[in-house]
């Protein structure tokens, strides 16, 4: 079952980061942090750019046997190679939904065949300058992408991981490997702090420094009251805290604040820091700047409210479907011709009670190929009006695109045919 992103899958990884770990052990903490993350992944892969950005290089692994392993050393980087190779190449994740069913995996079919992996989800890990340092690859034994919350999540800790990576290939030895760590954490444009058991900040990274308006000396040592929140903020986190270090347990939220960047919204995560002897020695935190999404999502939501409110002033019954044909909305007047509740009219199976009998396979065919063909779908069946009469509709939709061209939703609409009723 997968997880949302917490600092929970990142505890161990902060702490071997704070102690200084070999570069190795790190790696392999992220791993297994990844595949929590996404659950059902049985493999995971980090890799490093090496030859100029013509070659990727495994560096750790997680789930492989050793052949797979040997086999995956050095993959090539193309915008027609295997997935990341193609994810380094383009700077964007590339999800293999199915090996099988993707041609350009097709040189890498009887690898994957053989040691039961069906889909590849991989990530770039970016460097400054709009470069890539490597990927991050997730490896399933069945056909699956990820939901869009999981891959912000997924997308969020391969930056973490390029920070890691990043900041350790410029400075390999295990010397520099302390002011690696604190770089990686101040670099980053999330707000990451620790709380010391009095709940006063032992750690702040720059840009929380930033937002405050604070100096080091003016900031550590104080809590939140002292460093300006409201009193009913710092109350909330400090709550917070003390059931963090009760439960040791992760806790998050999302709270605005106004700092010297004006007032924004931010999603933050707190999480125990435990020590060798399993007590909890501090709470550490990472907040998200999150403000524009919550605008976006603002703008969605009123942006629906209109279509709703247009569709259902117009005659016509109106419909949408998501890409893949399942029906997600009808307006108000579909509800009233067919008599059934929005709860009802859904998904799929409201067609068994509304269509008639002799139309139904006929309707679900050429549905079917319209959405696979992503070609308009047009067709002329009986439907039951709420007296219980079929009447004839004639039903039309077009596929709408996003830039790239993928189809994003189906628009369709259904009146009244001028065939009568029966």
Wanted: aromatic residues 8%; negative net charge; proline residues 5%.
């Amino acid at each position: 079952m997968q997880e949302r992103l917490n600092l929970e899958n990142l505890k161990d990884v902060l702490s071997l980061a704070a102690r200084g770990a070999p570069f190795d052990d790190l790696l392999a903490s992220l791993l297994q942090a990844a595949c929590r993350l996404t659950g059902d992944a049985t493999m995971a892969t980090i890799y490093v750019a090496e030859r100029g950005g013509a070659e990727l290089e495994l560096a750790a692994s997680i789930g492989m046997d050793g052949a797979l392993a040997a086999a995956l050393a050095r993959v090539p980087v193309g915008a027609r190679e295997a997935a990341c190779g193609r994810a380094a190449h383009l700077r964007q994740a590339v999800i293999v939904e199915d090996i099988a069913a993707e041609p350009r995996m097709a040189p890498w079919l009887p690898l994957a065949a053989a040691h039961g992996v069906q889909a590849c989800w991989s990530y770039p890990l970016h460097a400054p300058g709009d470069g890539v340092i490597g990927t991050l690859a997730f490896y399933h034994r069945a056909p699956c992408a990820p939901a869009p919350a999981l891959a912000d999540d997924i997308a969020y800790f391969a930056d973490l991981a390029a920070l890691v990576v990043q900041r350790h290939l410029r400075e390999a030895d295990t010397g520099r490997r302390h002011r690696l760590y604190e770089a990686v954490l101040s670099s980053t444009p999330d707000l990451v702090y620790v709380f010391g058991l009095d709940h006063r900040f032992v750690y702040a990274n720059a840009v929380l420094l930033q937002m405050w308006g604070k100096s080091w000396d003016e900031a550590i040592g104080k809590n939140c009251l002292e460093l300006g929140y409201p009193a009913w903020h710092a109350e909330m986190h400090g709550r917070e805290i003390e059931q963090v270090k009760a439960t040791r347990r992760a806790i998050r939220g999302e709270v605005p604040f106004n700092g010297t960047f004006g007032r924004r919204i931010y999603d933050y995560i707190f999480v125990p820091v435990l020590g060798l002897d399993g007590e909890v020695e501090a709470v550490a935190g990472t907040t998200r700047d999150v403000t524009e999404r919550k605008q976006f999502e603002d703008e969605l939501l009123a942006s629906q409210e209109r279509f709703r409110t247009i569709t259902n002033a117009m005659p016509q019954m109106v419909w949408t479907a998501l890409p893949d044909g399942s029906i997600d909305y009808h307006n108000d007047q579909f509800h009233e011709f067919v008599g059934l509740a929005p709860d009802e009219a859904e998904g799929t199976a409201w067609a068994e009670a509304v269509l008639h009998p002799d139309d139904r396979l006929a309707g679900r065919e050429i549905w079917n190929r319209s959405v696979a063909r992503g070609e308009p779908y047009e067709m002329t069946y009986r439907l039951r009006h709420r007296s219980g009469e079929y009447r004839w509709i004639l039903a039309r939709a077009l596929p709408v695109r996003d830039g790239a061209g993928q189809i994003v939703k189906w628009m369709g609409t259904d009146t009244c045919s001028a065939q009568g009723h029966r």
